[in-house]
């Protein structure tokens, strides 16, 4: 590996030498969590390719790009994050021209000679420009805050629009990744040591999942079969293994593995009574999972819903706030709905949690996959006029409320192992 990197920066740097007029940009390699060696070795593959390019080569930053974003083959983009990824060199190749850059090229102002016979006129005709513009000054007013108001309203109408258009394309991947199952609070078996790699360790506690969930009663006469194990970087719970997510061969492999594993939970079978199984939605269907539960959580101590049981259907591709009575739903409330009508319903330390979940795969996207939308915007929404969306300063690193502005995190790794990034 080392002597391919070594050959590619060499060509690299000396190309970018020999053609001084020529911009050489490189972007960082992408995540890959196939084939096995890479995902492993990813980090210092990527620092040593990096570092090994020399000046004038042009280093660009890391693409937003993460593990959850890949196909199950664990190389190929799903269809957002490509979408991403495209802009993403779109703006290196040509990026957005700043305020700055654009006053250098208005044309430079040419130096009149004026003789001394007409200074009088020149300041006659200024004075009655002046005189003219101040009285215009409160109409214009009148009518930038019109336009500015209308802008707005426009802004938030295809934030809603595309909101939802969003959340349609995150439920076709949701149904793409139905052959993958997230296990949580598997018991540890006495004696268990890790292996001496993350890899090796992962495919270890398959094994032991494997023969487990083997041993339990068939649903039915399908076996099944686990092509990969990824761990999920959380904290550790003492008895238990770390949480992780299996990859099936196919759907009907993940639903015989969801339905035992059901099954010996309800029947209370040794070793299965606290063994959690879920679905594994895309990353952005995780943080409206998360938004509703904190509204639902509110809904439920509302006196107007103190007959109703108030849940979200957090396993569905596209999940919603369930309002049943008498055990039968009588309403769903999506997710963009939920967020127009209830968002200020969602806390402080709520927003700081979701931000977290977002990571910085949407960091500057929040406000179009999620309807949280700039403070200055609030009140000057006619399309949700009345409602107090959750929002964020886009782009800006920092998550507004309108008590006071709030650091954020991202909480991201790749499980036992992992070092983190600098």
Same mark, same amino acid.
């Given at each position: 590996?080392?002597?391919?990197? @070594?050959?590619? @920066?060499?060509? *690299?740097?000396? +190309?970018a030498?020999?053609?001084?007029g @020529?911009?050489?940009?490189?972007?960082?390699?992408? *995540?890959?969590?196939?084939?096995?060696?890479?995902?492993?070795?990813?980090?210092?593959?990527?620092k040593?390719?990096?570092? #090994?390019?020399?000046?004038?080569?042009?280093?660009?930053?890391?693409?937003?790009i993460?593990?959850?974003?890949?196909?199950?083959d664990?190389?190929?983009?799903?269809?957002?994050?490509?979408?991403?990824?495209?802009?993403?060199?779109?703006?290196?190749?040509q990026?957005?021209?700043s305020?700055?850059?654009e006053?250098?090229?208005t044309?430079?102002?040419?130096?009149?000679?004026?003789?001394d016979?007409?200074?009088?006129? *020149?300041?006659t005709? #200024?004075?009655k420009?002046?005189?003219?513009?101040?009285s215009n @000054?409160?109409?214009?007013?009148?009518?930038?805050?019109?336009?500015?108001?209308s $802008?707005?309203?426009?802004?938030n109408?295809?934030?809603?629009? =595309?909101?939802?258009?969003?959340?349609?394309?995150?439920?076709?991947?949701n149904?793409?990744?139905?052959?993958? *199952?997230?296990?949580?609070?598997?018991?540890?078996?006495?004696?268990?040591k890790p292996e001496g790699?993350?890899?090796?360790?992962?495919n270890?506690?398959?094994?032991?999942?494997?023969?487990?969930?083997?041993?339990?009663?068939k649903?039915?006469?399908?076996?099944?079969?686990?092509?990969? $194990? %990824?761990?999920?970087?959380v904290?550790?719970k003492?008895?238990f293994?770390q949480d992780f997510?299996?990859?099936?061969?196919?759907?009907?492999?993940?639903?015989?593995? !969801?339905?035992?594993?059901i099954k010996?939970?309800?029947?209370?079978?040794?070793?299965?009574?606290?063994?959690?199984?879920?679905?594994?939605?895309?990353?952005?269907? /995780?943080? /409206?999972?998360?938004l #509703?539960q904190?509204i639902?959580?509110?809904?439920?101590?509302?006196?107007?819903?103190?007959d109703?049981?108030?849940?979200?259907?957090? %396993?569905?591709?596209?999940?919603?706030?369930? =309002?049943?009575?008498?055990?039968?739903?009588? /309403?769903?409330?999506?997710?963009?709905? +939920?967020?127009?009508t209830?968002?200020?319903?969602?806390?402080?330390?709520?927003?700081?949690?979701?931000? !977290?979940?977002?990571?910085?795969?949407?960091?500057?996207? #929040?406000?179009?996959y999620?309807?949280?939308?700039?403070?200055?915007?609030?009140?000057?929404?006619?399309?949700?006029?009345?409602s107090?969306?959750v929002?964020?300063?886009?782009?800006?690193?920092?998550i507004t409320?309108?008590? !006071?502005?709030?650091?954020?995190?991202?909480?991201r790794?790749?499980?036992?192992?992992?070092?983190?990034?600098?």
């Amino acid at each position: 590996m080392a002597g391919v990197i @070594t050959n590619l @920066t060499d060509v *690299i740097n000396k +190309a970018a030498k020999d053609a001084r007029g @020529t911009k050489f940009i490189v972007v960082p390699p992408t *995540i890959r969590t196939s084939p096995v060696w890479m995902f492993d070795h990813f980090e210092l593959f990527k620092k040593t390719y990096m570092d #090994l390019l020399m000046d004038p080569v042009i280093k660009a930053a890391d693409p937003p790009i993460g593990d959850n974003d890949l196909r199950s083959d664990g190389v190929h983009l799903t269809d957002m994050p490509l979408v991403r990824y495209r802009q993403y060199i779109k703006e290196i190749i040509q990026p957005p021209q700043s305020w700055a850059d654009e006053m250098l090229e208005t044309e430079p102002d040419v130096e009149t000679v004026v003789g001394d016979g007409d200074v009088a006129g *020149i300041h006659t005709k #200024l004075d009655k420009l002046i005189q003219a513009m101040s009285s215009n @000054t409160s109409n214009n007013d009148t009518k930038f805050n019109k336009i500015e108001s209308s $802008i707005k309203d426009l802004k938030n109408t295809n934030l809603v629009s =595309f909101a939802r258009i969003k959340e349609d394309l995150d439920s076709e991947a949701n149904a793409r990744r139905h052959n993958i *199952i997230v296990i949580r609070r598997f018991p540890m078996p006495n004696g268990f040591k890790p292996e001496g790699t993350a890899r090796a360790t992962a495919n270890k506690i398959k094994d032991i999942f494997v023969n487990e969930v083997r041993k339990v009663p068939k649903i039915s006469d399908d076996d099944f079969i686990v092509r990969s $194990i %990824y761990l999920i970087p959380v904290p550790e719970k003492t008895g238990f293994f770390q949480d992780f997510r299996l990859v099936c061969a196919e759907v009907g492999n993940a639903v015989e593995i !969801r339905n035992r594993i059901i099954k010996a939970r309800k029947e209370k079978l040794r070793g299965w009574e606290d063994v959690e199984v879920s679905n594994d939605p895309v990353k952005s269907t /995780r943080v /409206r999972i998360f938004l #509703l539960q904190c509204i639902a959580r509110k809904l439920r101590e509302m006196a107007v819903n103190k007959d109703e049981e108030i849940s979200v259907n957090r %396993y569905s591709d596209t999940p919603n706030i369930i =309002f049943k009575r008498d055990g039968k739903v009588v /309403r769903q409330l999506g997710f963009v709905s +939920a967020v127009s009508t209830h968002g200020e319903m969602v806390e402080v330390n709520d927003i700081t949690k979701a931000r !977290r979940i977002a990571g910085k795969v949407y960091a500057g996207s #929040l406000e179009n996959y999620f309807v949280i939308v700039p403070e200055e915007t609030i009140n000057a929404s006619a399309t949700l006029s009345g409602s107090n969306l959750v929002h964020v300063a886009s782009g800006s690193g920092t998550i507004t409320t309108r008590k !006071r502005p709030l650091p954020t995190a991202s909480a991201r790794g790749r499980g036992v192992g992992t070092k983190k990034r600098k």
